[in-house]
């Protein structure tokens, strides 16, 4: 139970982190365009991986879990993504 309260907070903590880095450095629509559509074609594989880590990491899931719904809160609670900011600085400049 600590451990899944710990991980809540480190998955928050890294999703803030790596959003703060992105916004230092946002994408230009180009650059958004083509990450979006690399990770669209690596979803397929990850997906099967998935499935064998689900049952290695099960000693570990409620953590993981607590971990992923950190992120994912911290995902969805921020103000402007870094795409939309490289895309208003691209539009900008032009």
């Given at each position: ?40 074609r ?37 103000r ?15």
């Amino acid at each position: 139970m600590i451990a899944s309260c710990g991980a809540v907070v480190w998955g928050w903590l890294v999703q803030r982190r790596d959003h703060r880095r992105k916004l230092l450095d946002p994408p230009t629509p180009a650059r958004a365009r083509a990450a979006r559509r690399d990770q669209s074609r690596r979803t397929p594989g990850l997906v099967v991986a998935g499935r064998f880590l689900v049952l290695l990491a099960a000693p570990v899931l409620p953590a993981a879990m607590a971990f992923a719904v950190g992120w994912l809160i911290a995902a969805f609670t921020v103000r402007e993504y870094p795409s939309e900011v490289g895309a208003r600085r691209w539009l900008e400049e032009r």
